[in-house]
């Protein structure tokens, strides 16, 4: 008996030759690709995307490729036609075993290379910068010319100190302030991130940049950015009702920008109305 | 269940007979593993031991980050003497019926002991909870003492489920292949519950 | 082997008389399948309603949709539906689909109705906790559709629940007793699902028919019982993540919660770790997602094996690879959270585990091509979801690499490239191997075919509409979109095409859901006018077609069913068709099973190691089934 409709083995071998060849053109000729780069370790992390996205490529079209082909040339066509009883090969079961371990070796040792470095200790003339998220917004907190960041902690968030800055601590003082973030280019920048209430997650999309804000937690990340421009911060954790419209701005700009920016925003002092 | 009570008895006797056609040798070869209820009792043990290794790193890592512990009351101790007797004597119960080969009396007694203590213990455990109270540490105060309510009100349910189990088995005391049939499990259980207070207790202890 | 004489003493002396004995509260586990499988459908339909309603706002953002609001009024304002009903439906999809559609129709479904079958057992080992299960089961799900109609709507802190947003009542509108009847509603599943997983284990191991070794076993059996291994090891994790979270939410504890200020209120706990939850939820989490890949992919293995009339290329390296599986969806979890602020070296720790399970799913997809190659092949509805799954599985898979990988993670951590994947693997493949598991086990469940044409309609436009869908999701990935999120206006990094790529999935979205009623027609259609099914009309080797369709209350008749051989004896070179059940004694056909002593002649082995072959225990002389009579 031969069943009808074995023609959808033609139909279906040539659904995946039509999905492998979507995702080759479009992906191959990069029509929709990450936001343009803008930091150091961002380069790594596109590199080992690339990479990744070679391999699995590879692996994607080469098995919907003999999947088309069996579908296509083994459907029933005859009465006769009988299936070769063939139970197993244990030498091309182990090919097939190794090679993606081997692969997948590969892998895990680059990409936690690259990890350790972006996750590791940040250079020594690093910009701090506490991030504060809350529900729905981003708060910036620059060390004054001490170059220490006063302690945080959510038990001191009031009207008047929004930020939650702990008051009596002396390096506190001189603290800045601000509801923008913003970094001197080509110049590495640590972020500790913080959170009033609930998770957020500080994503700066062209810069590679995402970390969760943790209640209860500081959570470190540093990066170099390259690139001057405005870019958007918005937050990649759910947090609540406003979790979409969550945003902040982050400018990259030169050092004198910088400076001087810097220089028109309120300290911690003058918020409070300590300095009288 | 007729049909099922003939397909377990079925293949008890299959393994009797030893190798089935068929078995590859294996343990799993064929036939049953072990008696079904004991089955079902050991791999209740294992979710059961899930869980409370679950509570219990937990308590271990956040009592850790606290630093402060929960000097535990003296009821706490006899509790847990008064839970190894019960777990001792419903030893002997399985002793006795595996030796004698029958229900008697005094078998019956010694679970009655067992129960009699099980209880006592659930009762002494209330009587903890009500000291702590007294004393001012409830169940938000620090985690050490919230995890010692939580730890000790998941064991509690967990006895009280074994104390129901052991009550079952006193409604079977008249018929005996039954109720030799069932204490193994049951017994499994309860022996159980006395190691996992046990460990508890020590978690409560490590710093 | 049994007659059908026997078949019917035995039916009509013990099978429950009265209509609810036999259909509602019934003991006999395919009635409990069946009972779990219409109402994992219900859900699952409700949650495909729900990814309807969050795709409205996502493809055209703020415009009044008059129809959908007049049918859900509490949903929506002004024609437009709210960013706290959004979050609400986005969580009640994810909880819907994953726990009470697709755990509950493979363990509660395929698990009640395949494991006795294909066991060779009358029922469950303890078939009245079977029965509680599900009514436990139906309780779980009538209180996480209550929360549905609560003040402030049901749980928005999506399935996962992080806290604090899930721990504190001012946190969100769902957060307040919507969160508590969603935690309450899982513990109680997760009650349900213990109970059947301690059966389903018990069966396996226990009461496995004369002669069916676990080696002989399809690879259905093995699939669903390490997924019940599973179930069992992982799920008191999430049940105790529960209770210290209502504790928290309830009674003031801070397991989870730290000094928090949330909407100006100071909420005075200390010292509490939000990341604990996560730990808990992903211990249960991922295993939980093999829970549900790994009955499908046995599904997938046995509908293959049963089109191509091949034997499974490779049976024990599948079994090894589901085994290994297992075993290591219980140290992946940390891959969930490598940007959470976990230990930077617990990271690299998980990354390796994560992408070493990469090895035995690779293994996997080159047997079932192995499978193919040189097949005969026969494209039934159950074969296109078959094949459709083993597309799917590795495109979804492969997608896996680049988020167990921590440092591409960093990139695409949250956006619609997690979204994408894991609905390729678990929206798409998973629920490919639901279909492919009705199409195919339909007949032996009602005792009719489906019908063929409408089948292959509803695979069509459901293969070509899941990619439509969830391929370009990749995209929005690439760009940076983040996940749930109800709107994404001024994001100014974000393309024009992002847009158009959002329209273009929800019509997808619209069409592909649609193409699922040609299914429910089907079954409604087929249970009333389908082809009467014969006992074996698949011809396949495996026990549950060596009974009638349906089979009766005890499955077997008086005596069990003794088995033979392995579950794969198909196209055996001298064997007089091309499948030969495994209740045919060796000496009337011969079988092509490998590994237990016994290699026929007849049948070319390529490499020439055979192990075994001491226990002699398959020998044709002692495997006549003359041993079975002394055994009554």
């Known amino acids: 008996m031969v069943p009808r409709g074995s023609y959808h083995g033609v139909l279906f071998a040539l659904a995946v030759l039509l999905l492998v060849g979507v995702g080759v053109i479009t992906i191959g000729d990069q029509w929709w690709w990450l936001p343009p780069l803008a930091s150091v370790h961002g380069a790594i992390i596109d590199q080992l995307f690339t990479v990744t996205l070679v391999l699995t490529g590879i692996v994607f079209v080469l098995v919907h490729l003999l999947l088309a082909y069996f579908v296509w040339r083994y459907r029933v066509r005859s009465p006769e036609q009988r299936a070769y009883f063939y139970l197993e090969n244990r030498p091309l079961e182990v090919v ?153 701005q982050m400018v990259v700009e030169s050092d004198t920008a910088f400076e001087s920016w810097l220089a028109q925003q309120p300290t911690l002092a003058t918020t409070l109305g300590l300095s009288q | 269940m007729p049909f099922v009570k003939a397909s377990v008895q079925r293949t008890w006797d299959i393994a009797g007979q030893g190798k089935v056609p068929g078995g590859d040798g294996s343990p799993l070869g064929g036939g049953p593993l072990m008696p079904t209820g004991q089955l079902f009792v050991w791999l209740l043990i294992v979710g059961v031991t899930m869980l409370f290794a679950a509570l219990s790193s937990a308590a271990i890592v956040r009592i850790g980050i606290d630093g402060r512990t929960l000097s535990l009351p003296s009821t706490v101790w006899l509790n847990t003497i008064v839970l190894l007797v019960s777990s001792a004597a419903l030893g002997a119960v399985q002793w006795r019926v595996r030796v004698h080969r029958a229900v008697d009396a005094l ?70 292949l039954l109720f030799r049939h069932r204490l193994g499990p049951v017994a499994t259980y309860w022996h159980f519950m006395a190691l996992v207070w046990v460990g508890l207790l020590a978690v409560l202890q490590v710093r | 082997m049994a007659t059908t004489h026997a078949i019917e003493t035995v039916a009509t002396h013990h099978e429950p008389k009265s209509f609810w004995r036999r259909y509602i509260f019934s003991t006999d586990h395919k009635i409990i399948a069946i009972q779990y499988i219409i109402t994992a459908g219900i859900m699952g339909i409700i949650g495909l309603v729900m990814s309807w309603l969050m795709r409205i706002p996502l493809a055209w953002p703020g415009e009044s949709v008059p129809i959908a609001a007049k049918l859900f009024p509490g949903l929506f304002e002004g024609g437009v539906l709210r960013p706290d009903a959004y979050l609400a439906m986005m969580t009640m999809h994810g909880t819907l689909m994953i726990f009470f559609f697709l755990t509950a129709i493979f363990l509660g479904g395929f698990g009640n109705l395949l494991i006795p079958l294909q066991c060779g057992a009358r029922d469950m080992a303890f078939p009245f906790v079977n029965m509680l299960s599900y009514w436990v089961f139906l309780l779980s799900c009538l209180i996480m559709l209550a929360s549905l109609f609560v003040t402030g709507g049901a749980a928005g802190s999506g399935w996962t629940a992080y806290p604090p947003l899930s721990a504190v009542e001012q946190a969100a509108a769902g957060s307040g007793l919507g969160q508590t009847l969603w935690l309450i509603s899982m513990a109680v599943f997760i009650v349900s699902s213990v109970m059947g997983g301690l059966n389903y284990i018990t069966t396996v191991l226990n009461l496995r028919t004369q002669g069916l070794s676990m080696m002989r076993l399809p690879l259905t059996v093995w699939a669903l019982f390490v997924a019940a291994i599973l179930g069992l090891l992982a799920f008191p994790a999430l049940f105790a993540g529960a209770v210290l979270l209502l504790l928290d939410r309830h009674l003031g504890t801070s397991f989870y919660l730290d000094h928090v200020v949330v909407a100006g209120q100071h909420l005075a706990r200390e010292g509490g770790n939000p990341l604990l939850w996560q730990h808990l939820f992903w211990f249960l989490g991922h295993p939980e997602v093999y829970i549900l890949i790994l009955p499908a992919m046995g599904i997938a293995s046995e509908i293959i094996s049963n089109n191509a009339r091949k034997p499974i290329f490779g049976y024990r390296v599948m079994i090894y690879s589901i085994i290994a599986i297992g075993f290591l969806s219980f140290i992946v979890w940390g891959h969930h959270m490598f940007i959470s602020g976990m230990n930077i070296w617990l990271s690299a720790a998980f990354t390796l585990t994560t992408l070493i399970i990469a090895v035995p799913s690779a293994v996997k997809t080159f047997n079932w091509l192995g499978t193919l190659w040189r097949g005969r092949l026969r494209f039934t509805t159950p074969m296109l979801f078959a094949i459709g799954f083993v597309s799917t599985f590795v495109t979804g898979g492969l997608t896996g690499i680049f988020l167990g990988n921590p440092t591409i993670d960093i990139q695409l951590h949250d956006t619609y ?16 191997g639901v279909f492919a598991g009705i199409y195919h086990w339909f007949p032996k469940m009602f005792g009719r075919m489906m019908h063929e044409g409408l089948g292959k309609l509803h695979f069509w436009l459901t293969f070509v509409g899941m990619y439509a869908i969830f391929f370009p999701m990749h995209y929005l990935g690439f760009f940076g979109v983040p996940r749930r999120y109800y709107g994404f206006n ?66 077997w008749g008086e005596q069990l069913p003794v088995v033979y051989r392995w579950a794969y004896d198909y196209s055996v070179p001298g064997a007089s068709q091309d499948f030969v059940p495994q209740t045919v004694p060796l000496d009337q056909e011969p079988t092509g099973e490998r590994y237990h002593g016994y290699v ?3 049948v070319n082995i390529p490499s020439a190691t055979v192990d075994g072959g001491t226990n002699g225990g398959n020998s044709p002389s002692k495997a006549d089934g003359s041993t079975n009579g002394g055994a009554l």
């Not at chain 1, 006063?150 to 001191?156: N, S």
């Not at chain 3, 490239?417 to 929206?427: L, N, P, Y």
């Not at chain 3, 001024?490 to 649609?514: C, E, K, N, R």
Request: proline share 8%; hydrophobic share 50%; net charge neutral.
């Open chain 3, 417 to 432: 490239f997690v979204v994408a994947h894991f609905h390729i693997v678990m929206a798409t493949s998973s629920v490919f």
């Open chain 1, 96 to 248: 097939y075993t190794v090679i993606p371990a081997v692969a997948m070796t590969g892998l895990v040792a680059a990409g936690t290379q690259a990890w350790f470095w972006i996750q590791g200790p940040p250079p020594e003339d690093a910009l701090p910068v506490r991030v504060v998220g809350e529900q729905f917004a981003w708060r910036f907190q620059y060390p004054g010319l001490d170059g220490r960041l006063g302690q945080f902690h959510p038990r001191y968030v009031s009207d008047t100190n929004p930020f939650g800055i702990d008051p009596n601590d002396p390096a506190a003082k001189d603290d800045i302030v601000a509801t923008e973030l913003h970094v001197p280019v080509n110049r590495p920048v640590v972020t500790y991130l913080n959170s009033k209430d609930v998770l957020h997650s500080f994503f700066v999309p062209e810069l590679r940049v995402k970390q969760d804000a943790v209640p209860g937690m500081t959570t470190r990340f540093w990066f170099i950015p390259t690139k001057t421009g405005t870019y958007d911060i918005p937050c990649a954790e759910l947090c609540g009702q406003g979790h979409y419209i969550m945003r902040g």
């Open chain 3, 490 to 555: 001024a994001l100014q990094y974000l393309p024009v095409d992002a847009q158009a790529i959002q329209v273009f999935i929800s019509i997808a979205a619209f069409i592909t859901g649609a193409a699922q009623f040609i299914f429910l027609f089907n079954v409604v259609y087929s249970l009333l006018r389908g082809k009467r099914a014969e006992a074996n009309p698949w011809q396949a080797t495996t026990l549950e077609w060596q009974a009638p369709s349906p089979p009766p209350h005890g499955n």
């Open chain 2, 107 to 176: 078998a019956l007694r010694l679970l009655g002991v067992a129960v009699g203590l099980g209880l006592l213990f659930l009762v002494g455990q209330v009587a903890t909870w009500m000291g702590l109270v007294r004393a001012g540490i409830g169940l938000p105060s620090f985690p050490a003492a919230s995890f010692f309510y939580v730890l000790s009100a998941a064991h509690g349910l967990h006895v009280v489920g074994g104390v129901v189990a052991l009550l079952l088995l006193f409604a079977v005391r008249k018929r005996a």
């Open chain 3, 600 to 602: 026929p002649a007849a």
